[in-house]
Nanobody, 113 residues
Framework: VQLVESGGGLVQPGGSLRLSCAAS????????MRWYRQAPGKERELVAQ???????YYAASAKGRFTISRDNAKNMVYLQMNSLTSEDTAAYYC????????WGQGIQVTVSS
């Protein structure tokens, strides 16, 4: 199982970014896929989740601004982030669980002018 995030970087407040998670070693269609984030000095928190059936969940901080989606054919998961603020600055991690948690290496998102 391998998860590799991409698409992070520096963005101005109010801007957008799309994070991608390339999964390998398993079919994402069969598993819940999640995006977490961790800001400096804070605990890692769940941002968004998409179930194997396509149902989605968003943390209150992400609702209305972020969209999680997936492309089963490409085995990819995405997180579209709009209206970014400095509070969204964090390392973002792709995650899935199958008898244990699997994590990507993380990708930094910095929202700053």
């Amino acid at each position: 199982v391998q998860l590799v995030e991409s698409g992070g970087g520096l963005v101005q407040p109010g801007g957008s970014l799309r994070l991608s998670c390339a999964a390998s070693g398993f079919p994402i269609i069969s598993y819940y896929m999640r995006w977490y984030r961790q800001a400096p000095g804070k605990e890692r928190e769940l941002v968004a989740q998409i179930s194997s059936g396509g149902s989605t969940y968003y943390a209150a901080s992400a609702k209305g601004r972020f969209t999680i989606s997936r492309d089963n054919a490409k085995n990819m998961v995405y997180l579209q982030m709009n209206s970014l603020t400095s509070e969204d600055t964090a390392a973002y991690y792709c995650n899935t669980y199958m008898r244990q948690d699997y994590w990507g290496q993380g990708i930094q998102v910095t929202v700053s002018s």
